[in-house]
């Protein structure tokens, strides 16, 4: 196991991508806590990992709330090895599927603390502790909408290219001092958001009564997805327990996808 007895944080590892990175870390050795703003989930589903996994609530956009959590953590375990920004997304009528002339102060500025200041605040926790390791990773699980355009979410989008400058930026400063700083950018995954836009879909073109919102989705895939398939959040996290891992010592400041060869259309 490429991560035995590592101490990883996975933020927003209740569910969906947070908790499918969590179950692959725990597959590969690492003892995993999760933090996220349902406390009650993230303790279930870090019953489910066994190995010695937690759970705990806090909302990580908030900078004391999430220094708080991974203090608690690093006292815990003995200190902490890998930081996951997972915790963000985004959902329909909030600042997602409109025109940017539309988008109000309100839903752009929701979109840049669930996205970004989280990250912002999960790194300031993170690295004091990582320094106190001689080094370790932090994986920012940022998205393609971060690295293409795509007019219907121009908040989000943008809020997730600013993920990817942070972590390049955060590369270069904390390279000597052996603290790795990647992003992943997931591409069509079945989240709860994709779920509520597919169902809005749905509802507004009467051609689609028949289908599930699950089936649009996939519609969707099989239509942009060169692959022809979903990306899972097993694929993040796979991708994820690698970079963590020894395999990956020198690989920093990427932004690596995972979308089937959505990415190699633009302009094309």
Known sequence: MQLKNKIAIVTGGARGIGAGIARCLADEGAIVALIDLDGEAAMRTAAELERGAIGLAADVSQETQ????TAQVAERFGGVDIFVNNA???RPGSGMGNPFT???QQDWDEQFQ??????FAGCKAAIPLLQQRGGGSIINIASIAGLMPIPTTPAY???KAGMVSL??????ELAPRQIRVNAICPGLLWTRAWEMLAGMIKAATPQLAALSPRDIFLERVRRNVPMGREQTPEDVGRLT?????DAAQNITGQAITIDGGITLKVGG
């Open 66 to 69: 999430v220094a708080a959590a």
């Open 88 to 90: 963000g997304g985004g």
């Open 102 to 104: 539309r988008i109000s």
């Open 114 to 119: 669930t996205n970004l200041r989280t990250a």
């Open 157 to 159: 989008g943008a809020a």
């Open 167 to 172: 972590t390049q930026t955060l590369a270069l």
């Open 241 to 245: 327990a690698f970079l963590c891992s």
